[in-house]
Nanobody
């Protein structure tokens, strides 16, 4: 059974940085496109960033381009999201998953993990 465990969230002031991690187990991690998705309070879960299986291609939501960087370490079965210049509107629970078709939406291969909370104060 595949398990996704997100970590690295926290409370940070606007302009600050965080690095999120998502560790996967129970799958051939290097075979999957991986993405990060954020769910703000009262809103639907939305695409943030995605990375190809090799790490050679990355994709970002317009709202995070130039501020966030997605990367992966297939040897560690882990995908990362470096978040810089954080804004209050980045506040959300962040999840990782492997999209089946398009990189920016479902369906997804795996059940969602518990996510990691990011709170940005102004």
């Amino acid at each position: 059974q595949v398990q996704l465990v997100e970590s690295g969230g926290g409370l940070v002031q606007a302009g600050g940085s965080l690095r999120l991690s998502c560790a996967a187990s129970g799958c051939t991690f290097s075979s999957y496109v991986m993405g990060w998705f954020g769910q703000a309070p009262g809103k639907e879960r939305e695409f943030v960033a995605a990375i190809s299986w090799s790490g050679g291609r990355t994709y970002y939501a317009d709202s995070v381009k130039g501020r966030f960087t997605i990367s992966r370490d297939n040897a560690k079965n882990t995908v990362y999201l470096q978040m810089n210049k954080l804004k209050p509107e980045d506040t959300a629970v962040y999840y990782c998953n492997a999209p089946v078709n398009t990189y920016y939406s479902g369906p997804y291969y795996f059940d969602w993990g518990q996510g990691t909370q990011v709170t940005v104060s102004s």
